[in-house]
């Protein structure tokens, strides 16, 4: 009898856990976030709702937007979490974005969120231009440290600048809508091109991710690397013998983002997620690789990171970077592509 009882209590546990299991919710949640944060951020969220299960799909900022947009009338993403404001602006446009109002919203300054009510998106945490130069290699090349983005355009830079293709990086699109906001488009005309145009000529490569020309830079093969501050600190954090520069006209910025797409059939746990990732929590796990987070207050202090980082930001109008996107990168294409690292 007592071997009955036992066989019975492992049978209805062994259901209990199976059901437990099959209760589980799966997100599929496209994103853009650094590979090395996705673990991080999926373990802290499942310490508080370990009945969701999160299923990444990961490539670089302009590969996820130009899939998600690809998919628009068969959207496979529940939640795009840890992409740039500029395309998830452009997702609201085209009505790709369930509005909602996370727990925490009110916490996020404003500036770093969607203006409607409710929100279609909002921010995590900015990522800013950063320029990685490597002592070592500039030294044996007798190359100066730059302060301004008008320095690469000098002949002593010519074939020692990377950056990332703004078709494919989301960092590569932020340094070209901040130079066309600072300098002007004009349709292709204005002093913004005029620049890219000078600058494309001390280019060796356009690369199709934001973090390459920091590690290339770091690595010796290149002096200067257009990139981001995450990269660039993690970079020197390693030990590489680089040094951030904070162009002195202004760093161009988006904003990691979230937003939960429409037509999602999980929309419950999707708000579930909305909630933590609005959360001081997750704004604490961000700030450790971010120096300003969407709430204040909350990042440390970085090392290698100006304390006045925030203040050096330009204004950037997201609204109409997103509505130009299309345009500006078929003109960046076709002036500029001919440098770009061959595509796997």
């Known amino acids: 009898m007592r071997f009955l009882k036992t066989m019975l209590a492992a049978v209805i546990g062994l259901a209990a856990a199976t059901g437990a299991q099959a209760e589980k919710t799966s997100l599929t949640v496209y994103t853009a976030l650094e590979t090395d944060q996705l673990k991080a951020y999926q373990a802290a969220f499942n310490q508080v709702n370990p009945d969701i299960d999160i299923k990444w799909v990961r490539d670089s900022t302009g590969v996820i937007t130009a899939k998600l947009l690809a998919e628009k009338a068969n959207p496979q993403a529940d939640v795009v979490w840890g992409v740039a404001a500029s395309s998830l602006a452009l997702m609201s446009r085209e009505g790709m974005l369930e509005p909602y109002a996370p727990l925490n919203l009110d916490a996020i300054m404003p500036q770093y969120r969607d203006k409607k009510s409710p929100p279609a998106w909002w921010g995590m945490d900015v990522f800013g231009a950063t320029v990685c130069f490597n002592t070592v290699e500039a030294k044996k090349k007798n190359i100066p440290l730059p302060t301004s983005w008008k320095d690469l355009t000098k002949p002593e830079y010519k074939g020692q600048v990377v950056m990332p293709n703004p078709a494919s990086s989301g960092t590569g699109f932020l340094d070209v809508v901040a130079w066309l906001q600072m300098w002007g488009d004009d349709g292709g005309k204005g002093g913004g091109w005029k620049y890219m145009d000078a600058l494309h000529e001390n280019i060796a490569q356009y690369t199709h991710s934001g973090s390459k020309p920091c590690n290339m830079a770091a690595a010796g093969e290149f002096v200067v690397g257009v990139s981001f501050e995450y990269r660039a600190q993690a970079n020197k954090a390693k030990g590489a013998p680089i040094e951030l520069v904070f162009p002195k006209e202004g760093l161009g910025w988006d904003l990691e983002s979230f937003g939960i797409h429409k037509g999602t059939k999980n929309l419950a746990a999707a708000k579930k997620l909305a909630d933590w990732a609005s959360s001081k929590d997750a704004m604490l796990l961000y700030g450790k690789n971010f120096?300003?987070?969407?709430?204040?207050?909350?990042?440390?202090?970085?090392?290698?990171?100006?304390?006045?980082?925030e203040s050096r930001l330009i204004k950037v109008d997201f609204e109409t970077a997103a509505a130009n996107r299309e345009r500006i990168l078929a003109e960046w294409t076709k002036r500029y592509d001919v440098k770009s690292e061959k595509k796997k």
């Open 291 to 309: 120096a300003i987070t969407a709430q204040p207050g909350v990042a440390p202090k970085l090392p290698n990171i100006p304390a006045d980082y």
